[in-house]
Structures are given as structure tokens and as C-alpha cells.
């Protein structure tokens, strides 16, 4: 992820506004089936800091325990708005991510980082599945480097060419070997949806095991942001631009754990957003 200023304050105003009808859509469907949530990362810094959006982001995170979170992609279809629909490896071949997407039909927004895949992201919310942790020190890093593993061979699924922060020689290897490893993976039909099914096997490992931690193993350091069961829920509300959404209970823990003095704004050096390559807003 890549800090870029978008063209205007007013543009990035509206793929926020934009982005939080998808929000809101999220949560009136979650309630509706009775389906926990909170808002994850920036996102539930954004609730409790702002308000609303972090001033320079531009999309939308939610997390759910795994059990809610299948819930919701089995359930969810049937009462989602016409304009609504989920995204994943399980409907589309060339998706890029190990989550799911709830997506605005009719608009993209590319960011900088993935502008050559074949996928075309739409505005949408962010959908993460929070999974059990191996209690055992060793089962945990395992778990770790292979969930780490796999969700790189997902990247690399749908391009050759990361977004990698290497110049010279070094960047040409790295891209070279991210080339032939992408090529290799077309032509022995290694796609997403089959990727998807080891990191879902090692993600999963211990989903029906009483574990003290869950955790995102979508995150490149997915202990960074483990938690317990009863740090997230049940969540509460909190104010969020014009709707009211769920944040975690013991958010100020949550936070302070992943973050540090998350109520202190960070230096322009050091914000990130998903820097824009390409918006059509649509209708919308």
C-alpha cells in the first residue's frame, strides 16, 4: 500500500461518500441476519478518531469470526440491493485477494498497486474472515508462514508485476522471478479459486478448535492484529459519516495493540491510502 494524493480534496470526498453507501448497505444487511461484525484497521480508527474516513483514506474494512463470516457470503445474496454483490475467488476466476469484496455494480476503483491485473475492483467494503490461532508457539508460526505463503502465490496468480520498493538490479530479479512464477502458475492452471483452497486449509486449520486467538492471515503479519473473541464482541456502535456501524468493543485495546497512539495523527510521510490509478464513479 502506497501514499498518493487523489487529483482533489472533492474527488476523494466522493469516492468516501460513494464507498460509504456500500458501507451502509454492509450493515443493513449484517442486522437484518444477525450477522456480528466491527470495522477493522483504519476503518475503526476512522469511527472513533473521526467519525467517518480518515481524511486521506479511501476504502472501507470489516472483519467477522469465520462461522459469520460464511454466513454472510451464503446469506447475504438473497436480500443484498440490486445494486450489490459479493466478490471473491468463488465467482470470479481472475479475483485477487484471499477475502471477499462487497462491490458497487457499475464503478471501479483500481488502485495503483494492482493496475495490471485482469480484475477491475469496483468500489466496495472490504470483507475479512477472522480465524483461530494455533495456541502452541510453533503451530502458530507455521500457520503464519504458510497463510503467508499462499497469499503471496494469490498475488502472483493474477500478475507478474508486484508493486515492489526496489530499484537497479535488485528490482529487475525480483520481477523477473515474479514473471516466470505468474507464467508457470497460467500454464499449470494454478488459478486464484485453486489457491484459495490451500490458504482457506491452512487459515482454517483450527476452526473448530477452542483457540485463545483469532486472527486476519490475510495481514503480512497477521499477529499484529490477533485478538480475543471478547475484545470484539458483542461490538458496539459508533457514529461513521451519516450511518452508525460496529466497532469493537474493547476497541480502545484493539487499537493501541495494532496501532499505538492511534488518536494522534501520523506524519503526512507516514499516511497511507491505496493510491488511485483509476475511478468511474458511475452513476453514483
Not at 490477533?226 to 487499537?255: C, G, H, N, Q, W
Request: proline share 5%.
Amino acid at each position: 500500500m502506497a501514499f498518493k494524493e487523489y487529483e482533489s480534496p472533492e474527488l476523494l470526498r466522493e469516492v468516501q461518500r460513494v464507498t460509504a453507501i456500500v458501507l451502509a448497505e454492509f450493515d443493513r444487511v449484517c442486522r437484518l441476519l444477525d450477522i456480528p461484525y466491527v470495522a477493522y484497521g483504519g476503518t475503526a480508527i476512522g469511527a472513533v478518531r473521526h467519525q467517518g474516513f480518515i481524511p486521506w483514506d479511501d476504502d472501507v474494512d470489516v472483519a467477522m469470526m469465520r462461522s459469520d463470516y460464511e454466513r454472510f457470503l451464503a446469506e447475504a445474496p438473497a436480500v443484498l440491493g440490486d445494486n450489490f454483490e459479493i466478490h471473491s475467488t468463488r465467482n470470479h476466476r481472475d479475483f485477487t485477494a484471499v477475502f471477499s469484496f462487497l462491490t458497487l455494480k457499475g464503478t471501479q476503483l483500481v488502485h495503483e498497486d494492482v493496475k495490471d491485473h485482469s480484475y477491475r475492483k469496483p468500489v466496495s467494503v472490504d470483507l475479512f474472515p477472522l480465524d483461530n490461532v494455533a495456541d502452541d508457539p510453533k503451530l502458530r508460526r507455521r500457520q503464519c508462514r504458510q497463510a503467508w505463503f499462499w497469499g503471496r502465490l494469490m498475488y502472483l496468480s493474477a500478475t507478474g508485476k508486484p508493486n515492489v520498493a526496489l530499484t537497479g538490479w535488485k528490482r529487475s530479479l525480483v520481477l523477473a522471478i515474479t514473471s516466470a512464477a505468474h507464467w508457470a502458475m497460467r500454464v499449470l492452471h494454478m488459478d486464484g479459486a485453486w489457491v484459495q483452497k490451500h490458504w482457506d486449509k491452512v487459515a482454517r486449520r483450527y476452526e473448530h478448535d477452542t483457540t485463545e486467538l483469532m486472527a486476519d492471515f490475510s495481514d503480512l503479519t497477521p499477529m499484529a492484529w490477533a485478538v480475543t473473541a471478547e475484545d470484539m464482541f458483542p461490538a458496539v456502535d459508533a457514529p461513521f459519516e451519516s450511518i452508525t456501524i460496529k466497532i469493537p468493543r474493547d476497541y480502545d485495546k484493539v487499537l493501541t495493540n495494532g496501532f499505538g497512539d492511534y488518536m494522534e495523527l501520523p506524519p503526512v510521510e507516514k499516511r497511507k491510502n491505496h493510491a488511485p490509478y483509476f475511478i468511474d464513479l458511475g452513476e453514483y
